[in-house]
């Protein structure tokens, strides 16, 4: 099994997330049609939050474990301590997915009464299966992601998300028929067979790949063997801490769900309505997640890299995996959340047609794009590092933070919903600032992020000015030979095309970008770029 650059594995796992969000900007809008609107979709939100909250607890941070361990332990060729570790864990993690999918069925109908969305209790029974499905999944991607090779959670992701978007809209539009809550149901259907799908995929692959002989073999290399307790314990050390830390942060979310439908009652707003609301903000929500994605993807790929470098004992390639990992993030960061704010209209209206309730959220609340993405690398390089409880600890301060900001803020009419974009930017920024602060301690080196910043900003507002122009230009003037509103969607599209090329340019002219960073494209478009406009 040949390893991959941190580089490659990245650019694999992003280009897998693209099309993975890609499909999910196709299925999101057309949900939202068969739903009929923003308070089913509301519902099916409130679903998936507590399906992720349970998805995370169980799969998580072993997986993440077994990534950093793999790693470590092919770094210094000791293959049978990575095999014996994946192999526990494996095990491991399949008996946990069936006690949590047995502990979600039961909790389905307190938890949703409590969050006063009791119509999302069949939904949550129908994904209990899924936890099973995606525990062993979970185990063979932490697997080959710490032995370097990207491929396989790239496949599988996007086989998991063709069955998804298909038997999911297909369930949705036949249920729907029946009730508001069978068609939501309906719309969870195709989470259960699209992980089914993506964990039988990888059992195929590892059986296929397993028998592959490394080049240096255990009985060449002295290596220290390692008692079922001593990995059980490794596997604890590590996953426990990154299990507390994101489940957390997605129990933070599933309590701002509840926070913020329960202030929207408090301040006036129906039951109904503030569903809607709730729907509206999470359409804003899903949007943001799909630049988050690649840098999701850039996370998965940092850790064990970082990983390998500490393991090596090799400072200096720590310290660019570091680099690398933050240079990329505000480079994709930055201008998705400008381009979000700039066209947030003209994408609603694009993705979700009559259904604009949202927009304007984004308009406002583009921001915690970039600060999410920026604590997300933070969290993944201290897990790398090995200092796994305090990013638990900040990810907690933050929460509160987040919790304690929404409920003062949504039950005031000033602020409303938007309570909870302010909420977010102070949840997040806290917990930034605490993480740079420590970071600059283990690390002993100074980390400049104005440098990392300011080039991505100077291209990414000449982007958005141009992509507004254009938006706004080009659709007045279509406009005078049709109304239809083709006419805005067409605009939209050349607006998003234009702008991304408006980015690309600049910040090939300011030299934004490094020869690392272009190796990620494709051969065919790294050829097309003068090595002069590179950094050196």
């Known amino acids: 099994m040949r390893e991959q650059s941190t580089t490659k594995g990245f650019a694999i796992l992003s280009a897998a997330n693209i099309v993975v969000k890609l499909l999910s900007l196709i299925y999101n809008p057309l949900l939202v049609r068969i739903l009929v609107g923003d308070q089913a979709f509301g519902i099916y939100n409130v679903t998936y939050q507590i399906y992720v909250l349970i998805y995370v607890l169980t799969n998580t941070g072993i997986p993440s474990a077994i990534s950093k ?7 210094v060729q000791n293959f049978k301590a990575a095999i014996k570790t994946f192999k526990m864990s494996r095990s491991l993690l399949l008996v946990i997915g069936i006690v949590m999918a047995v502990i979600m069925f039961f909790i389905s109908g307190p938890v949703t009464t409590f969050m006063k969305v009791p119509q999302a209790k069949l939904s949550v029974i129908a994904l209990c299966p899924a936890i099973i499905f995606t525990s062993v999944a979970s185990a063979y ?10 491929k396989p959670t790239a496949i599988s992701q996007i086989l998991e998300q063709i069955m998804n978007t298909v038997f999911s809209l297909g369930f949705a539009a036949i249920l729907i028929k029946k009730s508001m809550e069978l068609g939501v149901v309906g719309a969870t259907i195709g989470t259960t067979l699209g992980a089914m799908v993506s964990a039988t995929y990888l059992f195929i692959t590892y059986e296929r790949t397993s028998h592959i002989k490394h ?34 942060m997605n129990a933070g979310t599933l309590a701002d769900t509840t926070i913020i439908v329960n202030r929207l009652m408090f301040a006036g707003d129906t039951q109904a309505n503030a569903e809607a609301i709730f729907g509206a903000y999470a359409k804003y929500i899903t949007l943001i997640n799909v630049p988050i994605a690649i840098i999701s993807a850039l996370a998965v790929a940092v850790l064990p890299a970082v990983a390998k470098a500490i393991a090596l004992k090799d400072s200096n390639l720590a310290k660019r995996k570091i680099t690398f990992a933050f240079k990329l993030c505000f480079l994709i960061a930055i201008p998705s959340a400008v381009g979000l704010s700039v066209l947030s209209r003209p994408i609603f209206l694009l993705l979700y047609s009559r259904y604009l309730n949202g927009y304007q959220i984004m308009l406002y609340g583009s921001v915690v794009l970039v600060l999410m993405s920026f604590q997300q690398i933070q969290t993944s390089i201290l897990q790398g590092l090995g200092r796994l409880r305090i990013v638990t600890l900040y990810a907690i301060i933050g929460i509160i933070v987040k919790v304690v900001t929404d409920y003062i803020l949504v039950a005031n009419k000033n602020f409303n919903i938007y309570g909870a974009i302010i909420g977010s930017v102070l949840g997040f920024s806290v917990p930034i600032f605490l993480n740079h602060k420590y970071m600059l301690k283990t690390l002993k080196q100074k980390i400049n992020l104005s440098q990392y910043i300011l080039r991505p900003f100077i291209a990414s507002v000449c982007m958005g000015v141009v992509a507004y122009i254009i938006d706004v230009v080009l659709s007045y003037l279509l406009h005078f030979a049709s109304k239809s509103r083709l006419v805005d969607d067409f605009s939209t599209v050349i607006a998003i095309v234009i702008g991304g090329i408006t980015y690309s340019v600049v910040i090939l002219l300011i030299k934004g970008v490094s020869k690392e960073e272009v190796d990620i494209l494709p051969g065919k478009i790294r050829r097309l770029i003068p090595v002069k406009f590179l950094q050196g």
């Open 69 to 75: 361990l793999v790693s470590e332990f092919s770094a």
């Open 141 to 150: 991607r932490g697997y080959f992601q710490g032995r370097g090779n990207m």
């Open 215 to 248: 080049k240096t073999s255990d009985s060449e290399v002295k290596h220290k063997k390692y008692t079922n307790k001593q990995i059980i314990r490794k596997i604890a050390k590590y996953g426990i801490p990154i299990t507390i830390s994101i489940g957390v």
